[in-house]
């Protein structure tokens, strides 16, 4: 399933994508939640029924709408990992040293509200070094506390892109990142959320960002150094990850902090970040 939030007559809804690849609220098959997260707390006993009601439906599609956030406001901060792959390590190195680092690193986002799959990303007037980072996101269906490694795809509700957006000099000014990927505007995500079911294998799928049309990330999440796996049953063997909990599991090499010289974002530049079997989000810098 891909699974979507839409703007539609100034609501938003959630929609699900069919065979005909149109959109069908989930209202319209008579099954009502207020927003996706209502959704991810109820799948277990909602999912079964969804694609029954889509089949034997006979309602139209929607039109006129505009795609959002899958998940517009998350319910916890974003959990992310750090230099996650080899190649974004041996670029930033002279920046921030993580050659020599042997274990993972997580940091969290506050993300007030994410930003749509067309929004603008903010350029605030005391950021001078704004870059993009283009990660595939997890998305968790149920709590997990002290999951294995073998169990931890059971948790996994499905898949999403994020832009880890992120304000390079507030980033490195302080001792925690915290606040420089933090700035409201800095979590595009979406365009939806594919089911696990429908992704064979998330650690084998063509990752990319362009800039201006100017590819400068191309990669594979076969090339993370700490598989989705792996992340949620460490983090989860002392910490309960809550249904509807968001990880963005790190950024590939080609980061404009990472180019020699260094070429940040500007107002105007268009990003574009794709992963196979999930689609585009495309995000102008304001």
């Known amino acids: 399933m891909k699974l979507y939030t839409i703007e539609h007559n100034h609501k938003e809804l959630v929609a699900i994508q069919g065979n005909d690849n149109h959109l069908y609220s989930l209202s319209s098959l008579g099954l009502v939640v207020t927003d996706m997260n209502e959704l991810i707390l109820n799948w277990e ?6 694609t029954t009601k889509l089949a034997s439906a006979s309602v139209p599609p929607i039109d006129h709408y505009r795609i959002l956030a899958p998940i517009t406001t998350p319910l916890q901060d974003v959990v992310c990992l750090g230099v996650n ?23 969290s986002k506050r ?23 283009v990660e595939l996101g997890i998305v ?21 892109i994020i832009n880890d957006a ?13 606040l420089g990927k933090s700035l409201d505007g800095y979590t595009p995500m979406g365009p939806c959320i594919v089911t696990a079911d429908e992704i064979v294998d998330p650690h084998n799928l063509t990752i990319q960002c ?46 404009g902090m990472g180019m020699k010289p260094p070429v940040f974002l500007q107002s105007g530049d268009v990003v574009r970040c794709e992963i196979e079997q999930i689609g585009t989000l495309c995000n102008t810098v304001a």
């Open 111 to 133: 993300v007030n509200r994410c930003n749509n799959p067309d929004g603008a990303i903010p350029h605030y007037n005391f950021v001078d070094k704004l870059d993009y980072e």
């Open 45 to 50: 006993s909602l999912a079964p029924h969804i």
């Open 85 to 107: 792959y080899h190649n974004h390590i041996a670029e930033t190195a002279d920046v921030i040293d993580f050659t020599k680092q042997a274990d993972t690193v997580y940091f």
């Open 166 to 178: 992120s304000a390079r000099d507030i980033q490195l000014k302080h001792q925690q990142w915290y």
């Open 210 to 255: 362009y800039v201006n049309n100017e590819l400068r990330q191309d990669s594979n999440t076969k090339y993370m150094i700490t598989s989705v796996e792996e992340a949620i049953a460490e983090l989860s063997q002392g910490m309960t990850l809550k249904a509807g909990t968001v990880i963005a599991s790190g950024t590939p090499g080609g980061v």
């Open 140 to 160: 968790l269906k149920k709590d997990a506390f002290q999951v294995s490694v073998e169990n931890a795809a059971d948790y996994i509700l499905g898949y999403t």
